[in-house]
């Protein structure tokens, strides 16, 4: 009678203050809501030619936007073996294990240690045991462990969205080469045609040398223009062999030459819709990781507040010797009264956590303001650089167009005797490096769009 009145007293302790405590603490299963951020209106369309879309190049994904086989197969290979890529995937294990484990802490714990022994008694042998167990439960009143969950699972969404942000990178990267190697094959070409038209040159000179029409000045310029252009074969071929290496680097193997397609399907498509700002939140993997890093620090303020409360544990021990159980059912009750002074206790170190986890959640806030800002910006510049280049393309075309023509009519003047070998070497000089330009020009374009496409979060589903 007595063991039962005293276990009135202390329920009729416990349930005022669970149920204040429980009053104070609502804000501790708030769940995470996207702040209300300023979004920019435009990435500055107004000299761009381009309109926003509600599907855009973000949405695009890799295969379908890179239509070259050969770049297909190789950023596949890439995102096989890359290693970067392959340690994204095991961070990505590591962080779900730690959802289970953190779903597992709201499931009660068992401990069960047998024990046996053995002893003589005159001459009689006895084998005593224990058989011990005690289960605990951790009941989750005051939101530790279902915050603790919350951040598990904000810490698993960044760690995949770190793993998208690797494939946007690597295929990003890889086109970048790929384009780039082609540039140099198509550079090497160039050369090789201007030094083999030097050569016919350096014929014509002497042709003209003994018909007293040219001197040996005339004979020596064209072989110095033939020199100039052999000399720029083994750097391309350099450039090529290291471009090559660095894409093999991407796809995690060794040295090797790398296959690619010719010249003239390598230029992308000029046709594309940028989308409004606000849907880089739905693309883009570094501000989704910005805001899984504004999710956790939202988890670990409420786990701060939630120490301010204490933690109520359900226990049952039992001891079995022989054939005589001893148990107690009600151990819960004192230990559930021995954690409700801990708090009281640590009142100013729970206060200081609770200010620090608050100064982080503040750091992250602007850190996923930072992000967004900077994503408009390098969508801006991106556009803007494809634009300017884009332009250059017409005025270049015209530029080589007229420049073949100039080359053209001083060979047939330098034959008639009207033009001179200065003349017919101006020409095909600018010509050349007009051609070079054209192709490097190219190259960028290509570039411009490759940023676009990762500044607008494509590349990945």
Request: a neutral charge; proline letters at 3%.
């Amino acid at each position: 009678m007595k063991r039962t009145y005293k276990l009135r007293i202390l329920f009729l302790l416990l349930v005022p203050l669970v149920l204040s405590l429980l009053l104070n603490s609502c804000g501790i299963y708030t769940k995470y809501s996207r702040p209300d951020l300023k979004m920019y209106e435009s990435y500055r369309l107004e000299d761009t030619q381009y309109i926003q879309d509600s599907v855009h190049l973000g949405n695009v994904h890799w295969p379908d936007f890179f239509t070259d086989t050969c770049l297909q197969h190789i950023i596949a290979k890439a995102l096989d073996s890359n290693f970067d890529y392959r340690i994204a995937l095991e961070r990505i294990k590591e962080y779900q294990a730690a959802v289970v484990a953190s779903k597992w802490a709201f499931s009660p714990t068992l401990n069960f240690n047998p024990s046996v022994g053995a002893g003589n008694t005159n001459g009689a042998v006895n084998m005593p045991y224990q058989l011990p167990l005690q289960a605990s439960w951790e009941i989750d009143v005051f939101g530790k462990l279902t915050n603790s969950k919350r951040t598990a699972l904000a810490a698993l969404l960044k760690s995949e969205e770190a793993r998208k942000e690797i494939e946007t990178r690597i295929v990003a990267d890889i086109a970048c080469e790929y384009y780039r190697l082609i540039m140099y094959d198509c550079q090497l070409e160039l050369v090789d045609s201007t030094t083999a038209m030097w050569d016919r040159q350096i014929e014509t000179m002497r042709s003209l040398k003994v018909s007293g029409r040219a001197t040996e000045v005339a004979v020596s310029q064209a072989m110095a223009k033939s020199f100039e252009s052999q000399l720029q074969v083994p750097e391309i071929k350099q450039q090529i062999r290291a471009t090559e290496n660095k894409i093999c680097l991407l796809m995690g193997e060794e040295p090797h030459p790398v296959v690619r397609s010719e010249w003239d399907t390598t230029e992308l498509t000029e046709v594309f819709l940028i989308g409004y700002p606000v849907q880089m939140l739905a693309n883009r993997p570094d501000v989704r990781q910005a805001e899984a890093d504004l999710m956790i620090v939202f988890g670990n303020t409420n786990i701060a507040r939630s120490a301010f409360y204490p933690n109520l544990m359900l226990t049952f021990s039992g001891m079995m010797r022989g054939d005589v159980i001893v148990t107690n059912p009600v151990d819960f009750i004192w230990s559930a009264l021995a954690s409700l002074t801990q708090p009281i206790l640590n009142q100013g170190k729970n206060r200081a956590n609770l200010k620090i986890a608050k100064i982080r959640q503040q750091e992250a806030l602007l850190a996923f303001e930072n992000i967004l800002l900077v994503a408009g910006n390098e969508v801006s510049t991106a556009l803007y650089n494809y634009k300017t280049e884009l332009d250059k393309k017409s005025v270049r075309l015209l530029q080589i167009e007229n420049l073949q023509k100039a080359a053209s009519q001083t060979d047939e003047l330098l034959l008639i005797g009207t033009g001179t070998y200065l003349d017919v070497l101006s020409a095909q000089r600018d010509l050349l490096n007009a051609r070079l330009d054209f192709i490097k020009e190219t190259y960028e374009r290509n570039m411009y769009i490759i940023d676009l496409y990762r500044a607008l979060g494509g590349g990945t589903k």
